[in-house]
């Protein structure tokens, strides 16, 4: 089966605190992508970050990071010192290679909110 | 990335009839999605939308309920047919990139809602 787990589903923290959100993913492919979105509640989706399946650096950006594991699939996002404008739905998403194409398959979303 | 605008934005719009959903992008892409998001819920991808030919659909959805077209490489439209409540969703293009990365870019969406 190919899938992605977002076990949770809401997350509050109070501002400047850390977050982490989880992300498990299953795949039958060798080759690999994941990637990150955030959707704030404007709706649009806002590309974060991608990682490929051979490279398990991990990654800063700011006060973002992610936490790439092959051995235990699974790919987190932290923000650190949250501010209230973090405040959005994140979403973890693997692609899926299929004859000729590809697509994404998305996990449920995780809500983060930030409070002041 | 790239630029992608829908329109309409949003729409409220009466059971039984049908609404199409326009998709541009500011550059030519050869990968063009749609997708569904219902209430609360996360994304599901409808169908790829393919240049010169029929596009291909996901499991639940059918080209009857959701024709497609894609007459060039910056262009795609959804249409919603004979629409219920059920269908209240945001619908979501993207446009997507192959190797190395494949990268989706998505549009801001279209706010659908049924009575």
């Known amino acids: 089966a190919q899938k992605v787990t977002q076990a949770q589903t809401e997350i509050s923290v109070v501002e400047k605190e850390d977050v982490t959100l989880d992300c498990v993913y299953e795949?039958?492919?060798?080759?690999?992508?994941l990637f990150w979105y955030k959707q704030p509640p404007s709706g649009e989706l806002v590309f974060l970050i991608r990682?490929?399946?051979?490279?398990?650096q991990n990654e800063i950006s700011g006060r973002y990071s992610w936490n790439f594991q092959k051995s235990t699939s699974s790919f987190n996002f932290t923000i650190t010192a949250s501010q209230v404008v973090d405040s959005a739905v994140y979403f973890c998403?693997?692609?899926?290679?299929?004859?000729?194409?590809?697509?994404?398959?998305f996990g449920t979303g995780t809500r983060l909110k930030v409070l002041a | 990335s790239a630029v992608i605008s829908q329109k309409p934005s949003r729409d409220i719009c009466q059971r039984g009839t049908s609404l199409t959903i326009q998709c541009q992008v500011d550059s030519q892409v050869t990968m063009m999605f749609w997708y569904r998001q219902q209430p609360g819920q996360s994304l599901t991808l409808i169908a790829t939308?393919?240049?010169?030919?029929?596009?291909?659909?996901e499991s639940g959805f059918v080209i009857d309920k959701f024709p497609i077209s894609r007459p060039n490489l910056t262009f795609s439209t959804l249409t919603v047919s004979n629409m219920s409540p059920e269908d209240s969703s945001i619908y979501l293009c993207?446009?997507?990139?192959?190797?190395?990365?494949?990268?989706?870019?998505f549009g801001p969406g279209t706010r659908l809602t049924v009575t």
């Open positions: 795949t039958r492919d060798t080759t690999y992508y």
């Open positions: 993207s446009v997507g990139r192959t190797v190395p990365s494949y990268e989706q870019y």
């Open positions: 990682r490929n399946s051979f490279d398990e």
């Open positions: 998403a693997l692609s899926v290679t299929t004859v000729g194409t590809y697509k994404y398959i």
């Open positions: 939308a393919n240049q010169g030919s029929e596009a291909t659909y």
